[in-house]
């Protein structure tokens, strides 16, 4: 009774309408709580939600990687940018060096990969790396050598003169990618391009004292595709033992590849 004999008809008043707003008031308040809560979101929530991964390049089963290349994994929100320790296996084992860029993951080996080979890289979410789940990215290197790079130059050096349609051995060319791989059984050491059978043949026909020996003069078409081409005659049914072994490891190691697209694995 006292308390209520003590107020004002003024303080009796805004009391009232505190009672009416103090509903709306509040939930404003609340309302603005919630939005000032989101907005900070980004800076919490990398310790608590797990990491998304969202794609890679190179992309998963991918062909043709660059063997130097730098392997990037993207996620859905930043990482540690203070990531410190990483546990990434790849096999066949290399090491691996690693670096944080916003929502990116690069990854390298400190040395050139193995060229065409089935490479797979496992990470499991870890202390600084809070993966939803395991990421396991499987994808294969370059080869080492070309047919278009590598293989026709040795051919026309040494022997399209004569494995041409104008040539005498017109009737098994070595003059295209198609007609080489009919001498060629990919992942085959012993493909007949390569076999030391024909060596002594092509011994004997190129033998000074030969008569049917491809002759520089007189419109030999064998001479007249090197030199059209400015090719050395010294090279004519020759190949080192290194060129020898380059169509070896064309053949046996990278399966007989035409091109390859050379995929940068980092953009
Ligand atoms: C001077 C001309 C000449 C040159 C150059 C030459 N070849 Fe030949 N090659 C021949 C002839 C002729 C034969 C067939 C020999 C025989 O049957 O006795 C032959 C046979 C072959 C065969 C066996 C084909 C078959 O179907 O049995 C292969 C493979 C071959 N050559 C590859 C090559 C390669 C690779 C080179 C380059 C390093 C080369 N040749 C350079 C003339 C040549």
Not at 78 to 93: G, K, V, Y
């Amino acid at each position: 009774m006292g308390a209520v004999a003590m107020s004002t008809p003024a303080s009796q008043k805004i009391l009232r309408r505190w009672r009416r707003w103090r509903t709306w008031v509040s939930l404003v308040l609340l309302g603005v709580m919630f939005v000032a809560a989101k907005s900070f979101s980004p800076v919490w929530s990398q310790d608590t939600s797990p990491l998304l991964w969202v794609s890679s390049q190179p992309a998963p089963e991918q062909r043709d990687v660059y063997v130097d290349g730098v392997i990037r994994l993207q996620f859905d929100q930043p990482l540690n940018a203070n990531l410190q320790r990483l546990i990434a296996d790849l096999e066949p084992p290399a090491t691996v060096i690693f670096d944080v860029q916003g929502n990116e993951l690069l990854l390298k080996s400190r040395d050139p990969l193995k060229f065409s080979t089935d490479y797979t890289l496992t990470i499991a979410p870890q202390e600084g790396l809070p993966l939803e789940q395991t990421i396991q990215l499987t994808f294969r290197t370059e080869p080492q050598f070309t047919y278009e790079k590598d293989i026709k130059p040795l051919l026309e050096a040494s022997c399209v003169g004569c494995h041409q349609p104008a040539g005498r051995q017109r009737t098994q060319l070595l003059d295209s990618y198609e007609a080489t791989l009919a001498y060629v059984t990919p992942g085959d050491a012993n493909s007949e391009l390569i076999n030391p059978r024909w060596t002594n043949r092509h011994a004997t026909i190129l033998n000074a004292n030969n008569p049917n020996r491809p002759q520089a003069r007189g419109g030999s078409p064998e001479i007249a595709y090197i030199q059209e081409r400015g090719l050395p005659l010294s090279r004519l049914g020759f190949w080192t033992s290194e060129e020898v072994e380059m169509v070896r490891t064309w053949i046996v190691q990278d399966g007989a590849p035409r091109t390859s697209a050379r995929v940068q694995a980092g953009g």
